[in-house]
């Protein structure tokens, strides 16, 4: 059993959809027309989505954190140095992690409030 898709509320779809696929390279999708308010899909992986819905009065939860609510992904560690910076020029705070792992990784805050952590590719299943 696999995620087919998560779905955020987002503040603007637009700028969402366009910092997602400018950072993280996530490709945009066709979306159904059944939807009554601005959405976008993208493409993470093959067979893995995110959905963004906007919410006009959207806020995050103050449980956005490394101890908290995050999504996690994976990424090749040689490009992390340029991802870090791809991502403060499309407005992410990056944030460093609380503890140390045996594997690099790092975290970010999205322009929408959501936290991600950022684990080298092959990472992170090892951790008892």
Do not use: K
């Not at 609510?69 to 560690?77: D, G, K, L, T």
């Amino acid at each position: 059993m696999g995620i087919a898709h998560i779905t955020l509320a987002v503040r603007d779809v637009r700028r969402t959809s366009q910092f997602f696929a400018a950072t993280l390279g996530w490709r945009p999708l066709d979306r159904p027309n059944n939807i009554a308010v601005p959405a976008a899909w993208l493409e993470i992986a093959p067979g893995q989505e995110l959905h963004l819905v906007q919410v006009a009065d959207f806020e995050p939860s103050p449980f956005e954190r490394e101890y908290g609510r995050h999504i996690a992904i994976s990424y090749p560690c040689e490009g992390f140095a340029g991802l870090r910076a791809c991502l403060r020029e499309e407005g992410a705070e990056v944030i460093a992690p609380l503890r140390e792992t045996p594997f690099e990784r790092f975290f970010f805050r999205s322009p929408d409030g959501y936290v991600f952590e950022v684990i080298a590719e092959g990472a992170g299943r090892e951790m008892p």
